[in-house]
């Protein structure tokens, strides 16, 4: 029962991380609509628009790791402290122990997998990608 509570968890968050994904960009790109009354896009709006966008993601992302702080503080998981692989000496080998991912990590991972797969049948299929057909 733990494990099938824990792939639930996993899924509902991967879907909650892609629907805030698509979710923002589409709410703001409301909110310019209703502030121009002109069909042309100025660059004023564009400039509003991408800052709009990058706040909004940057305040989930903070939220979400505050949350993940959280829960590994919640379930005493360790920090994860490991050296990159060019910053270990020669003849280091990895001793170290992998600290676990909390499923937020495991779910933000697999929405961007997703979202990567969608963007390439997107490009590649239905918006006519410049490069050649076989």
Same mark, same amino acid.
């Given at each position: %029962?733990? &494990? ?9 968050? !991967? ?8 979710? =923002?960009? =589409?709410?703001? @790109? ?7 009354? &002109? ?9 509003? *628009?991408?800052?709009?966008? @990058? ?5 989930? !992302? ?8 959280? +829960?590994?503080?919640?379930?005493? %998981?360790?920090?994860? #402290?490991?050296? #990159? ?9 990895? !001793? +170290? +122990? ?6 937020? +990590? ?9 979202? %990567? ?5 997107? *490009? *590649?299929? *239905? ?5 050649? &057909?076989?």
């Amino acid at each position: %029962m733990p &494990k099938l509570r824990s792939l639930l968890s996993i899924v509902f968050l !991967t879907i909650g991380i892609i629907a805030t994904c698509l979710a =923002v960009p =589409v709410f703001w @790109l409301w909110v310019v609509s209703q502030l121009t009354t &002109k069909p042309s896009l100025s660059s004023a709006i564009a400039a509003i *628009f991408i800052v709009a966008v @990058l706040a909004t993601w940057g305040l989930l !992302t903070w939220g979400l790791l505050l949350l993940n702080e959280w +829960e590994r503080r919640r379930r005493r %998981m360790s920090i994860p #402290y490991q050296r #990159y692989a060019w910053l270990r000496p020669r003849g280091l080998t990895n !001793t +170290e +122990e992998r600290a676990p991912v909390t499923y937020i +990590e495991t779910a933000a991972i697999c929405a961007a997998f997703l979202l %990567m797969i969608v963007l390439l049948i997107w *490009f *590649f299929v *239905f918006a006519g990608s410049p490069l050649p &057909k076989f």
